[in-house]
């Protein structure tokens, strides 16, 4: 996530130990996952450790690393009949001067007139590659930034694959080059507004890798009062899983992530969930924000949450999430 200043705060930070990140992490109390709930631990813990892990070298944009990390998610579109939405699965990026693509894949939707509108749920995936090492560790391995929301997306691409349950159609992205600036959502958003696209909304996943510590929700919510999302969510849900946090304004976050450019080409409501609030995590832009320092279950009952919200979301009737005036 490109939060501006934000490494600044994380500095400042307590500086706890990795071991006791790893306790911390497994003491969080998360809401009991009912077995016939889709989204498993283990499935997620399977898919983040490999974009976390080094043999992607911190899947730097235009990288070899990057590149596995491409063919492993063109792979998991393909496996679960996922059709592109392009072409092919990869959008390349024109506005960076190094091979970059997105991973697009698109679900039709199944109502006659409402496939005609559509939704994206998108999570980037590059990282920021080799840096300054820390106790001989030089990879930025980026598991909270973002392989986490990756994972996320991956699990919900799974879910609709197999229960084709949506109305409206589906795009599912997964972008590159965000650390270098948005540079994949600006190029996707300018694309597809060319196509003259009838987006309704777009939701993003970022950092959701650790649970929030004393908060009355599961997730905030980047600029949460620019729509009524927010409050649809909670109503869908029949509980709080959204919420806001005020750290999120002082460091314009709903600017730092891939929904802002559909925010901008559109003009719809497209927002950006997390759970890293600045407290619960020291390791941004760090070799430390590996794998091991992860809540799988923490991760899976995100998603668990979230997709028969977003069910609801993309099958409503009308538009039901509106900018707010």
Do not use: W
């Not at 009949?81 to 506005?95: E, Q």
């Not at 929904?259 to 995590?281: G, K, L, M, R």
């Amino acid at each position: 996530m490109r939060l501006f200043l934000a490494f600044t705060a994380i500095l400042v930070l307590s500086c706890t130990t990795k071991k006791e990140m790893i306790q911390s992490s497994e003491n969080q109390i998360v809401s009991e996952i009912k077995e016939t709930n889709f989204s498993k631990p283990e499935n997620v813990a399977k898919t983040l450790s490999f974009l976390a892990s080094d043999e992607l070298e911190g899947r730097d944009s235009g990288s070899e690393g990057i590149e596995k990390a491409s063919i492993f998610l063109e792979r998991i579109l393909k496996e679960n009949g996922v059709k592109p939405y392009f072409n092919s699965y990869r959008d390349t990026l024109t506005n960076f001067d190094k091979p970059s693509y997105n991973i697009v894949g698109y679900i039709e939707g199944n109502d006659p007139k409402l496939k005609n509108e559509f939704v994206i749920i998108g999570a980037h995936y590059d990282h920021i590659g080799k840096i300054a090492a820390v106790n001989g560790d030089d990879i930025g391995n980026g598991a909270n930034d973002n392989a986490s929301g990756t994972t996320a997306v991956t699990e919900v691409v799974k879910y609709f694959a197999k229960s084709k349950s949506n109305k409206r159609s589906l795009i599912f992205a997964f972008f590159s080059a965000e650390e270098k600036g948005l540079l994949g959502s600006k190029h996707l958003a300018k694309k597809l507004k060319k196509q003259n696209m009838n987006l309704y909304f777009m939701f993003n996943f970022e950092m959701i890798g650790i649970p929030m510590k004393d908060r009355d929700m599961l997730m905030y919510i980047t600029g949460f009062g620019k729509s009524n999302m927010a409050q649809k969510i909670n109503e869908y849900a029949n509980e709080k899983l959204v919420g806001y946090l005020p750290i999120e304004t002082q460091y314009q976050l709903f600017r730092a992530s891939d929904n802002y450019p559909f925010f901008n080409e559109f003009e719809v409501p497209a927002q950006t969930v997390s759970t890293f609030d600045f407290e619960n995590f020291q390791f941004y832009h760090q070799p430390d924000d590996e794998f091991e320092l992860m809540n799988p279950t923490h991760m899976a009952n995100v998603v668990n949450k979230m997709i028969p919200v977003l069910e609801e979301m993309m099958n409503a009737k009308t538009k039901e999430i509106v900018l707010k005036k």
